[in-house]
């Protein structure tokens, strides 16, 4: 891969995850960023607080972790808004989007597809991936265990979706630099594999007897 060809899209999602359901959205977060150089240059940014649907409200816990109270979601839009908005700043591909364990990015992303289909249909490169190959003895590779790794200091505001993007974004960088291999780190859309199977199934009902 030729880093200076895709724009990097550094995104994180803060949630809330009722008993029993899939994980709701309540901030996102991107940094779109540029490899020039041997460093990565931000040419963009996006952040919104997400409402919950009606009846999904936040636990102590929840706001506790995140800072984030119900009064600061009363008037934010629904995630459908949000992602669609989002979406709609990715027009001019090719875009890798980057998560610190990306798989559960990656799934809120398909449970919203219809309201961001370029971002349900872009690859993502996971830096825990990243982190395990380019530093096996470290014992943990969650973020606060590469920011001291690397001696990067945390974000005041640890656990909001900004902050938590613009410290991956230093992590990524320092990983970039060190010249690890991408390849193994790259997730690929649950929704492009199925589009995938599904044309393969076209193409080759063409040529059933």
Request: charged share 25%.
């Amino acid at each position: 891969m030729e880093l200076t060809e895709p724009t990097f899209v550094i995104i994180d999602f803060e949630t809330v995850t009722p008993a029993g359901q899939r994980p709701h959205p309540i901030e996102v977060a991107a940094c779109a960023a540029r490899y020039r150089d041997g460093s990565l240059t931000e040419t963009g940014r996006f952040t919104s607080l997400i409402r919950p649907p009606d009846g999904i409200s936040l636990t102590r816990y929840d706001i506790a972790q995140t800072g984030i109270t119900p009064d600061m979601l009363a008037d934010a839009e629904p995630a459908a808004t949000v992602l669609a908005a989002l979406d709609g700043r990715l027009r001019q591909p090719p875009y890798l989007l980057v998560a610190h364990n990306a798989p559960y990015e990656a799934g809120l992303l398909y449970d919203w597809r219809t309201a961001c289909p370029v971002l349900a249909r872009t690859p993502l490169l996971d830096t825990v991936r990243l982190a395990r190959a380019a530093y096996p003895d470290l014992p943990r590779h969650r973020l606060d265990d590469l920011l001291r790794h690397l001696d990067i200091p945390a974000p005041a505001d640890r656990h909001r979706a900004l902050p938590d993007v613009l410290a991956t974004l230093a992590v990524f960088e320092r990983l970039l630099a060190g010249g690890h291999d991408l390849s193994h780190a790259e997730i690929t859309p649950k929704l492009l594999e199925e589009e995938r199977e599904a044309a393969k199934g076209q193409q080759e009902s063409l040529f059933a007897p």
